[in-house]
């Protein structure tokens, strides 16, 4: 029998549930494809005593996403092509964490209006996601942004986003898709769902964490 890891254990009833850090020592670490924008590797993870396993994951650099919301209670969705699905799927608008030193919420900001020609008055943190634990060390913030206007930049739209098409969908229109599994890219979906969950519960966006909260802990990387 193995003794867990002291951050592994949950903490005493009654506290708030929450995520724990407490990365396992490595043993050693093999990059086994280095991709466009992901690389595949490989730990020799330490788990306890006695006890050492391989795992295999994707290597992420991470993400934004941002909840357009205008003064209609209206979303702003993207339809775009996405290859490995073979589908071209209702979005809201989204981008990697690709360039050095830049702030998520920047990072978020220049995304919106990259994709979509409009730039947020205000932005607040919505919610946070590690859309597949099990296989990928991805995180993704998503924000609420409001108050939006259009850029006065122009941007050229490459490759998959040449043919992005913008549209504004009225809220519960959007979660009415969501239900009925009409919208189906994780990060859409969690973010309406963010959304209408915070409305009820609170009927401010008071509640909310600010865009410059800190980015979620991302143990093992510098």
Same mark, same amino acid.
């Given at each position: 029998?193995?003794?867990?890891?002291?951050?592994?254990?949950?903490?005493?009833?009654?506290?708030?549930? #929450?995520?724990?850090?407490? #990365?396992?020592?490595?043993?050693?670490?093999?990059?086994?494809?280095?991709?466009?924008?992901?690389?595949?590797?490989?730990?020799?993870?330490?788990? !306890?005593? $006695?006890? #050492?396993?391989? #795992?295999?994951?994707?290597?992420?650099? $991470?993400?934004?996403?941002?909840?357009?919301?205008?003064?209609?209670?209206?979303?702003?969705?993207?339809?775009?092509?996405?290859?490995?699905?073979?589908?071209?799927?209702?979005?809201?608008?989204?981008?990697?964490?690709?360039?050095?030193?830049?702030?998520?919420?920047?990072?978020?900001?220049?995304?919106?209006?990259? *994709?979509?020609?409009?730039?947020?008055?205000?932005?607040?943190?919505?919610?946070?996601?590690?859309?597949?634990?099990?296989?990928?060390?991805?995180?993704?913030?998503?924000?609420?942004?409001?108050?939006?206007?259009?850029?006065? *930049?122009?941007?050229?739209?490459?490759?998959?986003?040449?043919?992005?098409?913008?549209?504004?969908?009225?809220? *519960?229109?959007?979660?009415?898709?969501?239900?009925?599994?009409?919208?189906?890219?994780?990060?859409?979906?969690? !973010?309406?769902?963010?959304?209408?969950?915070?409305?009820?519960?609170?009927?401010?966006?008071?509640?909310?964490?600010?865009?410059?909260?800190?980015?979620?802990?991302?143990?093992?990387?510098?």
């Amino acid at each position: 029998m193995t003794t867990p890891d002291p951050a592994a254990v949950p903490e005493e009833p009654g506290s708030p549930v #929450r995520d724990l850090p407490g #990365r396992r020592a490595v043993a050693e670490q093999r990059t086994l494809h280095q991709g466009m924008v992901f690389d595949l590797v490989r730990d020799t993870v330490d788990f !306890a005593e $006695g006890v #050492r396993f391989d #795992r295999e994951y994707l290597r992420h650099t $991470g993400a934004v996403a941002v909840l357009a919301l205008d003064a209609q209670d209206r979303v702003l969705l993207i339809h775009q092509y996405r290859h490995p699905v073979g589908h071209t799927l209702w979005e809201i608008p989204a981008g990697l964490l690709d360039i050095g030193g830049e702030a998520p919420h920047l990072a978020a900001a220049r995304e919106l209006a990259e *994709e979509t020609g409009f730039v947020p008055g205000q932005m607040s943190t919505l919610l946070d996601l590690r859309p597949s634990p099990g296989g990928s060390d991805e995180v993704i913030r998503v924000y609420l942004a409001t108050g939006l206007q259009e850029s006065p *930049e122009e941007f050229e739209r490459i490759d998959e986003e040449a043919e992005l098409v913008t549209r504004w969908v009225p809220l *519960e229109e959007a979660i009415d898709a969501v239900l009925d599994g009409r919208l189906t890219n994780a990060t859409t979906v969690a !973010a309406l769902l963010a959304l209408q969950v915070q409305r009820t519960r609170a009927g401010t966006a008071a509640v909310l964490r600010a865009a410059d909260a800190p980015f979620p802990e991302r143990p093992g990387r510098n």
